[in-house]
């Protein structure tokens, strides 16, 4: 994968460039020292993978990220900082590294992302591309928040413009459209199980039929939800061999 770092100090991109060296799937094309260097870079050379220094000369590295236009390509960030991790997951960061730059948790972060590229549709061109299950999303409501692995998020309901997250024993309120939730979310896994509510499919513990030709699929938690008569064929033939 075409990949730019972006840091300011000349010490820390050898040192990422010596790291990568030992994973011949990661192309280093280039490299830039502050947000004008990087946005001018990335237009060129188009790469899939940002290493992002957070603070920088002029700008820090969340600047750079509102100033690009889709797609966006995916952004692992290193600073020796813990403090911007929040905000970094915010952004749908792929991983958030430390430095000095531990090599196992590059090793994890770069797994993630071949995991994601290769369950990731082909020609999708979402800005940050479909989730997997094995990905985690940072999550906020008010003054909580969470890390949550993709794979635990059981159902989403429409609450308006709004869409409720349910996993473990927590349903928090995020200001998204269930409609932009399902784009990010992969259709292998996650299913429209009417307007309302997607389900993931990986929590179906039962399922029995229901009024008008539709069904009623049974989640493992004890959650029940309704199939309409047009969803449950669609259903039926997802899950059939």
């Given at each position: 994968m075409k990949t730019l770092l972006i840091d300011d100090e000349r010490l820390?991109?050898?040192?990422l460039r010596r790291l990568l060296a030992a994973h011949p799937d990661i192309e280093i094309v280039g490299e830039a020292v502050d947000v004008e260097d990087a946005a001018q870079k990335v237009a060129e050379l188009k790469p899939g993978l940002l290493f992002l220094d957070v603070q920088m000369p002029g700008a820090d590295g969340f600047s750079l990220l509102e100033r690009l236009e889709p797609p966006l390509p995916a952004v692992i960030f290193t600073t020796a900082?813990?403090?911007?991790?929040?905000?970094?997951?915010e952004f749908n960061a792929l991983d958030y590294l430390l430095k000095p730059v531990d090599p196992n948790r590059l090793i994890a972060a770069l797994e993630r992302l071949r995991h994601r590229e290769s369950t990731a549709p082909r020609g999708s061109s979402d800005s940050t591309h479909r989730l997997a299950l094995e990905d985690k999303v940072f999550v906020r409501e008010g003054d909580r928040c969470w890390f949550v692995?993709?794979?635990?998020?059981?159902l989403l309901e429409s609450e308006g413009n709004?869409?409720?997250l349910h996993f473990d024993d927590q349903k928090p309120q995020l200001f998204r459209s269930l409609t932009a939730m399902e784009e990010r979310l992969d259709p292998r896994s996650f299913f429209r199980a009417n307007r309302k509510q997607v389900?993931?499919?990986?929590?179906?513990?039962?399922?029995?039929?229901?009024f008008s030709g539709g069904l009623?699929?049974?989640l493992k938690g004890g959650l029940k939800v309704e199939l309409s008569r047009r969803q449950a064929q669609d259903f039926r033939e997802r899950m059939s061999l």
């Open positions: 820390a991109r050898s040192e900082y813990d403090e911007f991790a929040v905000k970094a997951f692995a993709v794979k635990n998020i059981r709004y869409t409720r389900i993931n499919l990986t929590w179906v513990e039962g399922i029995e039929p229901w009623l699929v049974k």
